[in-house]
Nanobody, 127 residues
Framework: QVQLVESGGGLVQPGGSLRLSCTAS????????IGWFRQAPGKEREGVSS????????HYADSVKGRFSISIDNAKDTVYPLMNRLKPDDTAVYYC????????????????????WGKGTLVTVSS
């Protein structure tokens, strides 16, 4: 019943752009922060960006500041990460996850403690 569905991944050349989406259903999105995480082979999972459906506050990892942005359409229960000036190091499986606003145990750097997860979408940045 609870679902987070990602879309928009694919193959992009370095310097290109890609917009992902995450659509939520089965829970009250207003009470959650939506985070994006990525994991590449041989690397730990890392937080990329997040947005609060309640007040729209955003956060970005240092590695993507100035290149990535994130927005939310509350009417559609959908979050849109926009990735610009992509680099080969951005290649990873990207996951959408939801953490309850009042849950102090979740970690937006690692994703530990997030309540719901999507299945992921692969982003490959290569020439």
């Amino acid at each position: 019943q609870v679902q987070l569905v990602e879309s928009g991944g694919g193959l992009v050349q370095p310097g290109g752009s890609l917009r992902l989406s995450c659509t939520a259903s089965g829970f009250i999105l207003d009470y959650y922060i939506i985070g994006w995480f990525r994991q590449a082979p041989g690397k730990e999972r890392e937080g990329v960006s997040s947005i609060s459906s309640r007040d729209g506050r955003t956060h970005y990892a240092d590695s993507v500041k100035g290149r990535f942005s994130i927005s939310i359409d509350n009417a559609k229960d959908t979050v849109y990460p926009l990735m610009n000036r992509l680099k080969p190091d951005d290649t990873a499986v990207y996951y959408c996850a939801a953490g309850n606003h009042w849950n102090s145990d979740y970690d937006l750097h690692s994703g530990h403690g997030m309540d719901y997860w999507g299945k992921g979408t692969l982003v490959t940045v290569s020439s």
